[in-house]
């Protein structure tokens, strides 16, 4: 049998420049220190939260890990401007404070691994380049052609996925 579980909705966290991301936590509603899987994304941690299918949040949760899933810079709840263009510039500074934050807090273990596919997955190779003490792991999936230390450097990507992902990702500046 699994841990009860706590959630901890738009939690939000400083950058070093002053940017306030959030953050949804879902973790074991226990005492004791715990590991904890970070999960950075583009897409809405509330989507995304509802549509994890690899390592849903609230199983990791019962199974004695923190799941942290945060909005990247300028994204839904967070704060900010989104450089579409440039996928390292500050997702690898926000990626490294984002691990040393989750570290530090007190239901956390020191240990924090990242997790996730698609644009989810760049977000761990460009927190990985900033090498934060606290990152033991990452576990990228799902990846594209990527543009971080030019993996995938001359892909090409299908234009039916590359259309539907960009319109994806428009969504939200249409709807505001």
Not at 62 to 69: P, R, S
Request: proline residues 6%; charged residues 20%.
């Amino acid at each position: 049998m699994g841990h009860n579980i706590r959630i901890d909705y738009d939690v939000e966290m400083k950058t070093r420049d002053g940017v306030t991301l959030r953050a949804d936590i879902v973790r074991p509603d226990i005492a004791a220190k715990v590991p904890a899987i970070v999960a950075r994304t583009p897409y809405s941690k509330g989507a995304q939260f509802a549509s994890q299918r690899y390592c849903p949040p609230w199983t990791a949760a019962q199974a004695g890990y923190a799941f942290v899933l945060q909005d990247i810079r300028g994204r839904y709840g967070s704060e900010g401007e989104w450089d579409f263009k440039d996928l390292t510039a500050a997702n690898v500074d926000d990626g490294v404070d984002t691990i040393e934050w989750v570290a530090s807090e007190p239901w956390c273990d020191g240990n924090v691994g990242m997790a996730g596919g698609s644009y989810v997955a760049e977000t761990q190779l460009a927190a990985a380049m900033g090498n934060p003490p606290h990152l033991r792991c990452i576990a990228p999936s799902l990846m594209g052609m990527s543009v971080v230390r030019g993996i995938g450097h001359g892909s090409l990507p299908l234009e039916s996925m590359t259309v539907g992902w960009i319109a994806g990702l428009a969504i939200d500046r249409v709807l505001k």
